[in-house]
């Protein structure tokens, strides 16, 4: 099996986030970790799965990677397996801030649009939408999120 790890990164927890899915999935797949701005449309040729992370910022992906979304093909993911994760607050932080919270329930966060739009490029979701939290804007990741992440890489690749 072929597989693909994008994402985007600003304070380095979407990255650890990424590298761990690429290293647990590496048992059954050859594997690529790469960020959002270094990937071509071009290399998802050949793909049996891709899984795309972003950090949720303003309530979605960031911008480069929602450009990169939109770079791929309608149709150039037929066929191949998808998954998408975000990281965010944890909702009791996120219910400490009335406003914020307001927004959360009106907008939602990052992994849901992403899967939804590689989806529409014809990717077959395997997992829903995850999520990994983070402690503050800057991180750190919570203790056990990477384990999360490692164990649901798993469950992908076995889908």
């Known amino acids: 099996m072929k597989a693909m790890v994008v994402y985007d990164s600003q304070y380095g927890n979407t990255a650890k986030v990424a590298q761990t899915i ?15 701005g270094t990937v071509d449309p071009e290399q998802l040729r050949g793909l049996d799965l891709l899984v795309v992370g972003s950090p949720t910022q303003k309530f979605s992906p960031t911008g480069a990677t929602k450009d990169f979304l939109k770079s791929i093909p309608r149709g150039a993911l037929d066929g191949v397996r998808i998954a998408a994760f975000d990281t965010r ?10 406003i914020l919270a307001f927004f959360v329930r009106l907008f939602g966060y990052a992994a849901e649009p992403m899967a939804s739009r590689l989806q529409k490029k014809g990717g077959n979701l395997v997992a829903p939408p995850q999520w990994f939290y ?3 804007t800057e991180g750190p990741l919570l203790e056990g999120e990477l384990e999360r992440a490692a164990e649901w890489a798993t469950e992908i690749a076995a889908a």
């Open 89 to 98: 607050f944890t909702p009791e932080e996120i219910e400490k801030v009335g």
């Open 22 to 36: 690429g290293q647990a999935l590496e048992g059954s797949a050859e594997v690529t970790v790469v960020k959002v």
């Open 134 to 136: 983070v402690a503050g």
